[in-house]
């Protein structure tokens, strides 16, 4: 079974500095897909960035940023320029492929999340 | 677009009460998920519903049940409730028209459940 590891469950920066936050996972598929999720306090959770396994180009999403290692089963988040609107609790989470063979299949495994918070 | 909505948004009940949950996807998305979202256990995937078959279930004892409409519209579904149930639950839907597709997963609001 694939598991998603988020090792810090919090992390605080300056408004307009860069904060990177960490995931790792477990797999032994070769293709899947990685998202982080945001969900901030009392509101409903929102896709922030994804990545494809076999997409070597990390993706972005204006300030949002990954760095994807798939050797070292890595996927961190980079903010740059963080926001006060950017504090919420963010959800490392992977999604198997090989369901994608059965139509509808969209099953997420979450990492435990991490809580940014923005310090004006 | 209506997003996703889900009903009612909190519900007090008591052990050994059952409840029923429900969630409209966004409009013309065929796929719904269930989450439970706990402090403890963070979120744990439920089941997964794609034109009213169940296509993937998680390590959830029997008690927890779901299905889906015709219309794409999902119920859950959980009998002699715990203490240890008292969470939130969300849903998401998606498109899910293709096998090997990154559809996104539009989350719901959840629905909070305290059980006392």
């Known amino acids: 079974a694939q598991t998603v590891t988020q090792s810090q469950p919090e992390m605080s920066v300056q408004e307009a500095e860069t904060v990177t936050l960490s995931c790792t996972y477990d797999t032994s598929e070769s293709d899947y897909y990685l998202f982080w999720y945001k969900q901030p306090p009392s509101r409903q959770m929102i896709l922030v960035i994804r990545q494809e396994a076999y997409k070597q180009q990390n993706a972005t999403e204006n300030r949002f940023s990954v760095n994807f290692q798939k050797a070292a089963k890595s996927f961190s988040l980079k903010i740059s320029d963080s926001q006060l609107g950017d504090a919420a609790m963010y959800f490392c989470a992977y999604r198997s492929s090989g369901f994608s063979k059965i139509q509808g299949a969209q099953k997420l495994v979450f990492g435990q999340g991490t809580r940014l918070t923005i310090n004006p | ?116």
């Open chain 2, 1 to 116: 677009k209506a997003g996703v909505t889900q009903t009612p948004r909190y519900l007090i009940k008591t052990r050994g009460q059952q409840v029923t949950l429900s969630c409209s996807p966004i409009s013309g998305h065929r796929s719904v998920s269930w989450y439970q979202q706990t402090p403890g256990q963070g979120l744990q995937f439920l089941f997964e519903y794609f034109s009213e078959t169940q296509r993937n279930k998680g390590n959830f004892p029997g008690r927890f049940s779901g299905r889906q409409f015709s219309n794409s519209r999902s119920e859950m579904n959980v009998s002699t409730l715990e203490l240890g149930d008292s969470a939130l639950y969300l849903c998401a839907s998606s498109l899910a028209w293709t096998s090997g597709t990154t559809e996104t997963q539009y989350f719901g609001p959840g629905t909070r459940l305290l059980v006392l």
